[in-house]
């Protein structure tokens, strides 16, 4: 075979090999997120049970389907194709349950929706917070003292370690310190940024304090305008002192602990204006980023963290009133979403 057939026979073969990866590039596109089934669909991760209960009445069509020990619902809410799944408390389950409904269902956006602790004090029971941001606080480098943190050299430089410094503790004493008597008292305890890769971010990565809500499910967000309840449907005789409200905007933060330290509470309200407090929605933000989907979350307040006043706290749970006011919220964004884009 003369030289040019050879190049022709090898221009060929790498035109059909390139347009076989293209065709296996396409076909992986196109199923990604669905091994289970691949209709497009909003995933609905809800933290608190009573609440997917109500979503679950009014969603149609429904099939089930039970994946690694977790129920999901797939059907029609609102007019949006939906599948609803329970976490779970804890960043650990919510981690583990929102990848696993990305990997076994067709994604387009995703949304949380639960209860939580209030850190702004001006917020009441009852209210239905929408953040713009969220964060991880107790994402932490704990130091011996409240100097800014040196361990490669220079204060604030933790590359050696593969981590970052936040920009909320960067300077002396801006660790979370304990009141006293004599003044305050460092904890060592400074916020860091988390490393998360994505596609967009490939190979380097990036470290992120926060992240934000989809602007357009934010933008639908900001006009929904449903009636929230004082009183709970299961027992009418139980009601809020106050006209619960939406809340939009701040920063809603989550960790592994359970808030109930008022200094605490005070110190994240005071460093990084935070809102609320839970154990989930963060670390539902960070899965979601990672896997570039759009995401937004609503979260009904029970108490405020750490607070000594827990008059309504029986009358959020007992009468029914979380569940009720979360889930209207939840219903009236849906029902928003799916006629500014009908499927």
């Known amino acids: 075979m003369s030289f040019s057939r050879i190049k022709r026979a090898c221009a060929v073969a790498l035109f059909c090999l390139t347009l076989s990866a293209t065709q296996i590039n396409a076909q992986q596109k196109r199923t990604k997120g669905c091994l289970t089934e691949c209709q497009p669909r909003i995933g609905i991760v809800s933290a608190f049970g009573g609440e997917a209960e109500v979503l679950l009445a009014e969603t149609i069509n429904k099939q089930e389907y039970v994946i690694n020990g977790n129920l999901y619902t797939t059907g029609i809410l609102r007019g949006n194709h939906v599948v ?8 650990e389950n919510a981690t583990m349950v929102t990848q696993l409904t990305i990997d076994h269902f067709n994604i387009h956006h995703l949304l949380l929706s639960g209860i939580a602790g209030g850190v702004n004090p001006d917020y009441k029971v009852g ?6 941001r969220w964060a991880q606080p107790l994402e932490v480098y704990w130091s011996a ?25 960067s300077q002396p004493n801006s660790d979370y310190q304990i009141p006293t008597p004599n003044g305050p008292v460092g904890t060592g305890l400074f916020m860091r940024d988390t490393f998360v890769r994505n596609n967009s971010n490939f190979p380097n990565g990036e470290f992120k304090f926060d992240y ?20 709970g449907p299961k027992n009418p005789s139980l009601c809020v ?5 939406i809340r939009r905007g701040g ?10 330290n008022p200094d605490y509470r005070r110190y994240v309200f005071k460093t990084i204006r935070a809102v609320s407090v839970d154990m989930e929605t963060t670390a539902f933000a960070h ?27 029986s009358a959020l749970f007992a009468s029914g009133l979380a569940e009720s006011n979360s889930s209207r919220v939840t219903l009236g964004f849906l029902e928003a979403w799916s006629q500014k884009y009908p499927e």
């Open 212 to 231: 934000a809500a989809d602007p357009e499910m934010y933008a639908v967000a900001q006009t929904i305008a449903p009636k929230l309840d004082r009183c």
């Open 84 to 91: 609803i799944v329970l976490t779970g408390i804890s960043i």
């Open 241 to 245: 002192a106050v006209q619960p409200r």
């Open 287 to 313: 899965v979601a980023y990672a896997n570039e989907i759009p995401f937004i979350a609503f979260r009904s307040l029970s108490d405020l963290a750490g607070g000594d006043d827990f008059t309504d706290v």
């Open 145 to 169: 003292n409240s100097n800014v943190p040196a361990p490669c050299g220079t204060p604030r430089d933790l590359s050696c370690l593969g981590l970052k410094l936040s920009r909320f503790t």
């Open 127 to 132: 209210d239905v917070l929408i953040p713009r």
């Open 251 to 260: 920063r809603g933060i989550s960790g592994p602990a359970f808030l109930a």
